[in-house]
């Protein structure tokens, strides 16, 4: 049977002894109850935050305003910024956030329901991903979580 991906990132970061955190909008906590499944992994994923509103962002992990309004809060570089800023505030090595449309409601021509920004901070570099996913709500934000976890665990790698 394979191994879940929260295996194997918790093996990852406790071999490179590297320190992870999430910075989550869309998925709502769903990374971080999954890596909270995995047995040991406090000692390297030691918090993370639900920044769910654009208020949140600013007020917890420090996000700019300014990136929101000029690109939008679901965008690359919110969900770049989200990473970066999450890493900062936790102290952490790593960091992967998620901002995205999961619906019904809330899409756009120009972001549709099932729009996600993944992005991924590791040592001070920074990589991005662009989705759409299809599917009702809890399935877009299951994807999503999943994709978040499939890039953190490339750059871990």
Known sequence: MEQAIEYEIYDILKKRQLTLTTAESATGG??????????GISAYFTEGYITYSNEAKVK???????????????????????ARAAALVAGADAAVSVTGVAGPGGGTRECPVGRVFIGCTLLGETVTEKHTF???RNRVRQQAAQAALSLLRKQLS
């Open 60 to 82: 917890m992990i420090h996000v700019n305003p300014a990136t929101i309004e000029t690109y939008g809060v679901v965008s690359a570089e919110t969900a770049a910024e989200m």
């Open 30 to 39: 769903m990374i971080a109850a999954r890596l909270t499944n995995v047995p």
């Open 134 to 136: 299809s599917g009702d």
